[in-house]
């Protein structure tokens, strides 16, 4: 055996007496020093890591969040969405020139005002595939700008949905807690003196629209949910669910729901765009709102008044102006409003429909029901409104008024600066076919035996080639139930819970994952522990799946501080839950617990 080299360090001696005992053992054994030559080891190349389908698809106009809601991924859209110059990234979404496509592999989320494209330039079209979920945060919303289109086509099975953060969270979702979405198009309306240059300031943000292109394309929004959104722009406004501000007639609206909006569910600034299949719900001003021109379209609509909470149906206008062109007329069709009970917050009666500011409208097939404490169903109101419903500008022909106050008629009124009068009743019951009386509705559906079924107006198509031939009163013909599916809130389905609960391959954030014991839990399908343990100081959702149980580990699990840094624990339906030894969950002051279960 040989030793190369003798190590005068005693702290060594014991290693290397136990190093010469092995020698016995059998073999020479070489210590080294460091002072020999020695060839030197080429490094490894580092590998690169591999980027996810989605970083691929959507890095290059949207940011990865944190978090996930059921069971995805979160991508943030901020800012102005833009052509780009770079190759195709589209698999199931992503971006090609200037197609964004939004695919429904991840969830997505609005901060602040996200815009598609500029003014007329720079122009995008924001695809939306079906089953998409676009969550807003307390000062976000969506526009498409001039030139741009968004293509927002879900199904009755797989609608796309617009929700607010808290709603994805598993939290509930009430009105105002986003913004909503916002169209605006280069179609005529009554605010600017020279439609060949036109420069209509958008309400909130001063977007510009407006124009002379009466069949100007926005794009398409088919089986859509807007909910809880209509966040406060000051004091006295608040967003509307879905603005069409100077929206063109090439653009296709239909099968949309609005749900619980703090202003306005669809209000239309001029333009020529029809809608069709329509619910909204529970919005706290006015459900369908027009003003500035609106010479579009609109049938098959169903409009649910919120108790002591909301304003009206429809508020019609076209411009204080009596003179402005173009005048609003819009064709309507085969409409059901319910009136809800009790006052506003402003203090009014809840109303169905009130035409005024000099609009016109050529109206079919309407029904208005009313409640023992609702307010007036049918208004006209100031002098040029008047004289259009003296000089046919303004028809109800073949509708239905179920009300305890039916009508409210415009008077002379000199502090208000009104000279003409108007019995609404008389104009009303003078045109063909007008009835006051029961309804005879199961919900919102006419029975077999309702007035609703054999008054409506014929060949409405022949009249208008916009509108379909539909031969009953309002949204319903008694048997075809054409919001079930994909609306939320009016069915005894609202809880969204799948009834199959997903396999989960991973743990939210916010917990710790590791596989679990076979053999050690009762439910064998059981695989996937997510621990939860210390101080929760993000809003944190436990997902709900086939093969996950939750740890609460560590003693206690509080979420929040206390007064502090406040959090929101969601806890989805169908979460199973257990505790170590000496283990509990604590929810501090100024946090939440966010825990439902389906009934």
Same mark, same amino acid.
């Given at each position: 055996?040989?030793?190369?080299?003798?190590?005068?360090?005693?702290?060594?001696?014991?290693?290397?007496?136990?190093?010469?005992?092995?020698?016995? +053992?059998?073999?020479?054994? /070489?210590?080294?020093?460091?002072?020999?030559?020695?060839?030197?080891?080429?490094?490894?190349? %580092?590998?690169?890591?591999?980027?996810?389908?989605?970083?691929?698809?959507?890095?290059?106009?949207?940011?990865?969040?944190?978090?996930?809601?059921?069971?995805?991924?979160?991508? *943030?859209?901020?800012?102005?969405?833009?052509?780009?110059?770079?190759?195709?990234?589209?698999?199931?979404?992503?971006?090609?020139?200037? @197609?964004?496509?939004?695919?429904?592999?991840?969830?997505?989320?609005?901060?602040?005002?996200?815009?598609?494209?500029?003014?007329?330039?720079?122009?995008?079209?924001?695809?939306?595939?079906?089953?998409?979920?676009?969550?807003?945060?307390?000062?976000?919303?969506?526009?498409?700008?001039?030139?741009?289109?968004?293509?927002?086509?879900?199904?009755?099975?797989?609608?796309? *949905?617009?929700?607010?953060?808290?709603?994805?969270?598993?939290?509930?979702?009430?009105?105002?807690?986003?913004?909503?979405?916002?169209?605006?198009?280069?179609? %005529?309306?009554?605010?600017?003196?020279?439609?060949?240059?036109?420069?209509?300031?958008?309400?909130?943000?001063?977007?510009?629209?407006?124009?002379?292109?009466?069949?100007?394309?926005?794009?398409?929004?088919?089986?859509?949910?807007?909910?809880?959104?209509?966040?406060?722009?000051?004091?006295?406004?608040?967003?509307?669910?879905?603005?069409?501000?100077?929206?063109?007639?090439?653009?296709?609206?239909?099968?949309?729901? *609005?749900?619980?909006?703090?202003?306005?569910?669809?209000?239309?600034?001029?333009?020529?765009?029809?809608?069709?299949?329509?619910?909204?719900?529970?919005?706290?001003?006015?459900?369908?709102?027009?003003?500035?021109?609106?010479?579009?379209?609109?049938?098959?609509?169903?409009?649910?008044?919120?108790?002591?909470?909301?304003?009206?149906?429809?508020?019609?206008?076209?411009?204080?102006?009596?003179?402005?062109?173009?005048?609003?007329?819009?064709?309507?069709?085969?409409?059901?409003?319910?009136?809800?009970?009790?006052?506003?917050?402003?203090?009014?009666?809840?109303?169905?429909?009130?035409?005024?500011?000099?609009?016109?409208?050529?109206?079919?097939?309407?029904?208005?029901?009313?409640?023992?404490?609702?307010?007036? +169903?049918?208004?006209?109101?100031?002098?040029?409104?008047?004289?259009?419903?003296?000089?046919?500008? @303004?028809?109800?022909? /073949?509708?239905?008024?179920?009300?305890?106050? %039916?009508?409210?008629?415009?008077?002379?009124?000199?502090?208000?600066?009104?000279?003409?009068?108007?019995?609404?009743?008389?104009?009303?019951?003078?045109?063909?076919?007008?009835?006051?009386?029961?309804?005879?509705?199961?919900?919102?559906? %006419?029975?077999?035996?309702?007035?609703?079924?054999?008054?409506?107006?014929?060949?409405?198509?022949?009249?208008?080639?916009?509108?379909?031939?539909?031969?009953?009163?309002?949204?319903?013909?008694?048997?075809?139930?054409?919001?079930?599916?994909?609306?939320?809130?009016?069915?005894?389905? *609202?809880?969204?819970?799948?009834?199959?609960?997903?396999?989960?391959?991973? +743990?939210?954030?916010?917990?710790?994952?590791?596989?679990?014991?076979?053999?050690?839990?009762?439910?064998?399908?059981?695989?996937?522990?997510?621990?939860?343990?210390?101080?929760?100081?993000? /809003?944190?959702?436990?997902?709900?799946?086939?093969?996950?149980?939750?740890?609460?580990?560590?003693?206690?699990?509080?979420?929040?501080?206390?007064?502090?840094?406040?959090?929101?624990?969601?806890?989805?339906?169908?979460?199973?839950?257990?505790?170590?030894?000496?283990?509990?969950?604590?929810?501090?002051?100024?946090?939440?617990?966010?825990?439902?279960?389906?009934?």
């Amino acid at each position: 055996m040989e030793l190369k080299n003798i190590f005068k360090l005693t702290a060594l001696s014991t290693a290397l007496a136990a190093t010469l005992g092995l020698a016995g +053992c059998g073999g020479d054994i /070489n210590i080294s020093t460091g002072t020999e030559t020695t060839t030197p080891t080429t490094p490894t190349t %580092p590998t690169t890591p591999t980027e996810s389908d989605q970083e691929l698809s959507y890095s290059g106009f949207a940011t990865k969040s944190t978090t996930t809601v059921d069971g995805k991924e979160v991508w *943030v859209l901020k800012g102005t969405l833009a052509p780009s110059t770079a190759a195709s990234t589209i698999s199931t979404g992503g971006q090609d020139g200037d @197609l964004i496509v939004l695919g429904d592999d991840v969830v997505w989320q609005l901060d602040g005002a996200v815009v598609a494209g500029g003014d007329n330039e720079n122009s995008v079209e924001l695809s939306i595939l079906p089953g998409t979920k676009i969550l807003g945060g307390s000062d976000s919303y969506l526009v498409i700008s001039r030139g741009s289109k968004i293509m927002a086509e879900g199904t009755a099975a797989e609608p796309i *949905v617009f929700t607010s953060v808290e709603a994805g969270l598993g939290e509930e979702g009430e009105a105002g807690q986003w913004g909503g979405l916002v169209l605006l198009g280069n179609a %005529p309306v009554n605010t600017c003196p020279d439609l060949t240059n036109c420069d209509a300031s958008f309400e909130v943000g001063s977007y510009s629209y407006g124009g002379d292109d009466t069949e100007d394309n926005s794009g398409s929004i088919k089986y859509v949910r807007v909910e809880f959104g209509g966040f406060k722009i000051n004091d006295t406004q608040e967003m509307n669910g879905i603005s069409f501000a100077g929206v063109g007639a090439g653009t296709e609206v239909d099968h949309v729901q *609005v749900h619980l909006n703090n202003d306005d569910g669809l209000e239309f600034w001029g333009g020529n765009v029809s809608v069709s299949n329509i619910v909204l719900t529970e919005n706290f001003d006015d459900s369908l709102d027009w003003t500035n021109g609106w010479q579009g379209s609109a049938q098959h609509v169903y409009i649910r008044l919120a108790d002591n909470g909301s304003n009206r149906g429809i508020e019609a206008d076209s411009n204080s102006d009596a003179n402005a062109t173009p005048m609003s007329q819009p064709a309507l069709a085969n409409i059901t409003i319910e009136v809800a009970n009790g006052t506003n917050s402003g203090g009014d009666d809840a109303e169905g429909i009130l035409f005024r500011k000099g609009t016109g409208a050529y109206a079919y097939n309407m029904l208005v029901k009313g409640d023992v404490d609702s307010g007036e +169903c049918l208004e006209v109101n100031d002098d040029a409104t008047v004289n259009n419903a003296n000089t046919a500008a @303004l028809t109800m022909q /073949n509708s239905l008024v179920d009300c305890v106050e %039916p009508f409210k008629d415009a008077k002379v009124d000199a502090e208000a600066g009104t000279t003409l009068a108007l019995d609404v009743e008389a104009w009303y019951t003078g045109q063909d076919g007008n009835l006051v009386g029961a309804s005879d509705l199961d919900g919102y559906m %006419p029975n077999s035996s309702s007035v609703a079924l054999t008054g409506g107006k014929a060949d409405l198509s022949n009249l208008d080639a916009r509108l379909d031939d539909a031969e009953y009163i309002g949204a319903f013909d008694g048997t075809n139930d054409w919001t079930t599916g994909w609306t939320t809130a009016i069915h005894d389905d *609202v809880d969204t819970t799948p009834a199959e609960l997903p396999v989960m391959t991973s +743990c939210p954030v916010g917990t710790t994952a590791s596989d679990a014991v076979a053999g050690l839990y009762k439910d064998s399908s059981v695989t996937l522990i997510c621990t939860l343990e210390g101080n929760v100081l993000s /809003n944190t959702t436990l997902l709900a799946g086939q093969n996950v149980m939750y740890k609460l580990d560590g003693g206690a699990v509080l979420v929040g501080e206390d007064k502090g840094t406040s959090a929101t624990l969601a806890i989805q339906a169908g979460v199973k839950m257990f505790a170590t030894s000496n283990s509990y969950l604590a929810v501090s002051r100024g946090s939440k617990i966010m825990a439902t279960r389906q009934c």
